[in-house]
């Protein structure tokens, strides 16, 4: 950032104080953990949450998509990043941020394959957008979707190919919602605790 302002330096001493006040915690992982996710989850499963802003960022309005990918309902992988291009929709940012979840699910699908960790069932991803929810599973292209084609190819490809469900999932129970914008203490404190995000015993 060439030009920062105030604004700018209240929010890194914010999340500085954050980062000191949380050092002592980590992610809690566990054999055979109790299932605190939306769907029945056992040990072989795994199950992402992906979420996008839209236009968050008031410097550039640029998108911060995210995910969760639980493995059972142990947290194995997330992300939290600034898009590269500004969507010119809500649905264009959720579609980016499922896309980059998918290629994640995949990358972790063929890694417990080589490592001999068979998967029960078919992953599922849970998404807020109804309009990126159903774009993922409609065969029909819409031209107003023509800037997200190879995202939308490959989403669609995984779907059609049943070697993956995307699933709408309300917004109170979105869990990647805490990488994507700010929240209220108790709403950030609760999806934290859904992360296993625990202060260390």
């Known amino acids: 950032m060439h030009f920062p302002t105030t604004n700018h330096w209240s929010t890194v001493k914010r999340i500085l104080r954050y980062l000191k006040g949380t050092i002592s915690y980590g992610l809690l992982v566990q054999q055979n953990s109790s299932p605190v996710l939306h769907a029945d989850a056992t040990f072989n499963t795994l199950t992402a949450f992906s979420d996008a802003d839209w236009a968050g960022c008031p410097d ?6 995210g995910y969760a990918i639980y493995l059972g309902t142990n947290l194995v992988s997330w992300s939290a990043r600034k898009q590269k291009t500004v969507s010119r929709s809500s ?24 490592l001999h960790v068979p998967i029960q ?8 957008n109804l309009g990126a929810t159903y774009l993922s599973a409609n065969p029909v292209f819409h031209a107003r979707t023509k800037h997200v084609e190879v995202d939308f190819h490959f989403v669609r490809e995984k779907v059609a190919k ?30 934290r605790s859904k992360l296993r995000v625990a202060s260390r015993p």
């Open 162 to 191: 049943r070697q993956l469900s995307v699933q709408f999932i309300s917004t109170d129970d979105q869990i990647a919602d805490v990488f994507t914008k700010p929240l209220p203490s108790q709403r950030f404190l609760n999806l």
């Open 91 to 114: 649905t264009e940012s959720e579609y980016k941020a499922l896309a980059d979840a998918i290629a994640e699910l995949t990358w972790l699908q063929t890694l417990l394959q080589e």
């Open 121 to 128: 069932t078919v992953p599922t991803l849970w998404c807020d």
């Open 60 to 65: 550039d309005r640029r998108s911060t998509g």
